[in-house]
């Protein structure tokens, strides 16, 4: 850790949670990074949230707890896989993820709650352009050859294909993860992405549904079809949106698919704030 990251870094525990993570929270938002020595992913992300804490400089302070150590205060949030991040704001959960996500998403992640402070810190190299999809595969592909022993690496690997369109390649990565991988919450949620991304085979491009829609508001199809790809893409709460209004104008339509839809999307997201909306509007629609 460099000297600007330790500035802003703490380890948690029992003893200080009350004053360094919920009280401080009051003033300055504290991100909780719940990790342990022999947690492959820990191994990767820790570091890039200690770099984002030193680029941040102060807007938020990072507290690290090691759950080996604190299974107490572990079990206090209900952590059930690790890495598992928490972003307490003004004394509560505001939002949080688990796995390790690539830096790009924690930057989105960060920039839903805080932005980096101006300060005489030194300062960070300049970010290299973002990598492509396929550049993302090729890098990863290269680190896994060097490295054959962190499985983790395949998993960052099944998304990355994933996200360059290849899901049959995704699919194959995900199936040789070793046990304790293959149940991760990222595992999981790229499980469920494939699966959606699965019924697009064949089906019209977005404008082509968006036509559809025009000429027929009430094409129950197109709304469907149109809200996987609208989740899968940058827009997932106009999908979520898609499927709010068949279940309220057509709720049983093709055997309640949009409330299978909505179950399923639920677990492939990890803004916990949206899903938590969304999941209240759905329940005021069913109940």
């Not at 992300?45 to 680029?55: D, N, S, V």
């Not at 054959?148 to 690997?157: G, K, V």
Request: charged letters at 25%.
């Amino acid at each position: 850790m460099n000297a600007a990251a330790s500035l802003h870094t703490f380890d948690v525990n029992q003893d200080n949670f009350e004053t360094e993570v919920l009280q401080a929270s009051l003033e300055t938002p504290v991100l909780v990074d719940f990790w342990a020595e022999w947690c492959g992913p820990c191994k990767s992300l820790g570091p890039m949230l200690e770099k984002l804490a030193a680029e941040y400089n102060g807007a938020f302070r990072l507290g690290k707890v090691d759950v080996d150590k604190n299974q107490e205060l572990a079990g206090m949030f209900g952590i059930r896989s690790i890495p598992t991040v928490i972003m307490v704001k003004d004394g509560q959960i505001l939002d949080g993820f688990a796995g390790a996500l690539p830096e790009g998403q924690l930057r989105q992640f960060l920039s839903r709650h805080v932005q980096p402070l101006e300060g005489d810190v030194e300062a960070e190299p300049e970010e290299a352009p973002l990598e492509s999809p396929e550049q993302t595969i090729d890098r990863l592909q290269q680190e896994i050859a060097a490295h054959p022993d962190r499985a983790e690496l395949r998993l960052d690997l099944a998304a990355a294909l994933a996200q360059a369109g290849h899901a049959a390649a995704a699919e194959t990565e995900l199936n040789a993860l070793p046990a304790n991988l293959a149940t991760d919450t990222r595992a999981v949620r790229l499980r469920s992405q494939l699966d959606l991304a699965r019924s697009l085979e064949g089906t019209p491009p977005l404008d082509v549904l968006q036509q559809r829609l025009h000429a027929n508001p009430q094409d129950w199809e197109a709304h469907d079809l149109l809200g996987v790809r609208l989740l899968l893409g940058n827009d997932p709460a106009s999908g979520l949106e898609h499927w709010l209004l068949i279940l309220e104008k057509a709720r049983d339509w093709n055997d309640n698919q949009a409330k299978k839809r909505l179950l399923a999307a639920f677990n492939t997201l990890d803004d916990a704030e949206l899903v938590g909306r969304y999941r209240r509007r759905m329940a005021s629609l069913l109940f």
